[in-house]
């Protein structure tokens, strides 16, 4: 079992910054992947950005050159730096831990809103 705690949302203005945290314990061994997705209101939930166990980054387009993801492998933590914040990138922003025995696992989710 794998447990993932998320924190770091809140309301920022546009143009401003937030860094989410995801804090993970539990079964960590064959990490296969890490990566932060998010859903609005009334949209599926997306691929924001993943990181292999390798080192390998992932950024879906909207958010390239603006967010970055990163990992504390001693602190068991991934990091999510949000630069230059937009409004439509106000959503649920969620945790997600994929192993290679299968198992894929979820946080509990942080608000991030941005206000124009």
């Known amino acids: 079992q794998v447990q993932l705690v998320e924190s770091g949302g809140g309301l920022v203005q546009a143009g401003g910054s937030l860094r989410l945290s995801c804090a993970a314990s539990g079964r960590l061994f064959s990490i296969k992947s890490m990566g932060w997705y998010r859903q609005a209101p009334g949209k599926q939930r997306e691929l924001v950005a993943a990181i292999t166990g390798g080192g390998s980054t992932n950024y879906a387009d909207s958010v390239k050159g603006r967010f970055t993801i990163s990992t504390d492998n001693y602190k068991n933590t991934v990091y999510l730096q949000m630069n230059g914040l937009k409004p439509e990138d106000t959503a649920v922003y969620y945790c997600?831990?994929?192993?290679?025995?299968?198992?894929?696992?979820w946080g509990q989710g942080t608000q991030v809103t941005v206000s124009s």
């Open positions: 997600n831990h994929q192993f290679a025995r299968g198992d894929t696992y």
